[in-house]
């Protein structure tokens, strides 16, 4: 729903930096939540942008351009216990998630 | 500890054998809402609820039905369970008004198949 497209799967190497894309529709937007979701568990909360910029929380950073209909969730030094899927879930009339990026970190 | 509990964890029944999953959350919480998660489709909302005796239809509410008869529980309903109802369920409660941020607290999941 509300045209948010976020890639399927990434892969990177622990230590590394990596950044996941998300584009949504912006008629009707308020703002936009990233969540983390390790398998077989429930989705945990990330972040939560409304105004354009970079908000930076540790290692994981999100950043919004209202404008564009676009965000990234920024994740630095990785881990691998970041290995995850992460959610990319817009905030408007409705909260609509996207279909989720599968990260997958390597040693 | 701030919990949303979801029972049964898994289950697994028959076609239109109807089953009911509990949602109880010792949040305070007014807003409670139901997912369910499908492989290449992501969280989809069933069911929501602002508050007490109040529920509406999330993007997929077909065969499913809800109730809010008081703040802390949120069942979800399956009257007669079908094949595509085998899913991966979430509920969820937000904190709305004063102090609200939006975010959403979820329960552990219900893993449901039908047969």
């Known amino acids: 729903g509300q045209n948010i497209d976020q890639p399927t799967e990434m892969t990177a190497t622990e230590g590394a930096i990596v950044q996941i894309n998300c584009t949504y529709q912006?008629?009707?937007?308020?703002?936009l939540f990233w969540y983390q979701q390790h398998a077989g568990e429930a989705p945990t909360f990330l972040s939560y942008?409304?105004?354009?910029g970079l908000e930076e929380k540790g290692r994981f950073s999100s950043f919004l351009s209202r404008s564009k209909g676009y965000s990234y969730l920024l994740l630095k030094e990785l881990q691998m216990k970041d290995s995850a899927s992460y959610l990319c879930?817009?905030?408007?009339?409705?909260?609509?998630f996207g279909k989720g990026t599968s990260l997958l970190v390597t040693p | 500890e701030a919990q949303v509990t979801q029972n049964p964890r898994y289950l697994i029944t028959v076609t239109g054998k109807k089953l009911t999953v509990t949602c109880s959350q010792n949040?305070?919480?007014?807003?409670m809402s139901w997912y369910r998660q499908d492989p290449g489709l992501g969280l989809r909302q069933i069911y929501y609820?602002?508050?007490?005796?109040?529920?509406d239809k999330g993007d997929v509410p077909e065969g499913y039905k809800v109730s809010r008869k008081e703040k802390r529980n949120f069942p979800l309903i399956l009257e007669s369970p079908s094949p595509n109802q085998t899913s991966l369920y979430f509920c969820?409660?937000?904190?709305?008004?004063?102090?609200?941020?939006?975010?959403?607290?979820f329960g552990e999941g219900s893993r449901l198949t039908v047969l």
């Open positions: 969820a409660t937000e904190k709305t008004g004063t102090g609200a941020t939006g975010e959403l607290f």
């Open positions: 879930a817009r905030s408007g009339y409705a909260l609509n």
């Open positions: 949040m305070n919480h007014e807003y």
């Open positions: 942008n409304v105004l354009d």
């Open positions: 912006t008629s009707g937007f308020n703002g």
């Open positions: 609820s602002m508050n007490v005796e109040v529920t």
